[in-house]
Nanobody
Framework: HVQLVESGGGSVQAGGSLRLSCTVS????????LGWFRQTPGKEREGIGT???????RYVDSLRGRFTISRDNAKNVLVLEMSSLRPEDTGIYYC?????????????????????WGQGTQVTVS
């Protein structure tokens, strides 16, 4: 059973930083493609970036530089660190997992078939 639980959301002033965590069930953490997504008001859910089995990272170009994904392997946690936050970053942030074979690691990107999702965590920037 794949579980993803986000935490760390909250309210922050523009220009500030926030760190989100996603605790992932162990098997998924070690074997699935993991990613961060968000849904901002009035827009469709969009990808932020992904981390594959060996920790390789891919980001969408529009968010590269302000958003950083990392892994805490000791805790099975996928981390999203956000800086220079803007009001338009307000939204619900989700982590997700895609069941891709290790040989398919090159396909671990925000456009992959993510079938497992967390409940989301609210981020508000004012």
């Amino acid at each position: 059973h794949v579980q993803l639980v986000e935490s760390g959301g909250g309210s922050v002033q523009a220009g500030g930083s926030l760190r989100l965590s996603c605790t992932v069930s162990r098997y998924a953490y070690n074997n699935y493609c993991l990613g961060w997504f968000r849904q901002t008001p009035g827009k469709e859910r969009e990808g932020i970036g992904t981390s594959d089995y060996d920790g390789s990272l891919r980001y969408v170009d529009s968010l590269r530089g302000r958003f950083t994904i990392s892994r805490d392997n000791a805790k099975n946690v996928l981390v999203l660190e956000m800086s220079s936050l803007r009001p338009e970053d307000t939204g619900i942030y989700y982590c997700a997992a895609a069941r891709l074979a290790r040989s398919m690691a090159a396909y671990c990107h925000p456009g992959a078939d993510f079938t497992y999702w967390g409940q989301g965590t609210q981020v508000t920037v004012s």
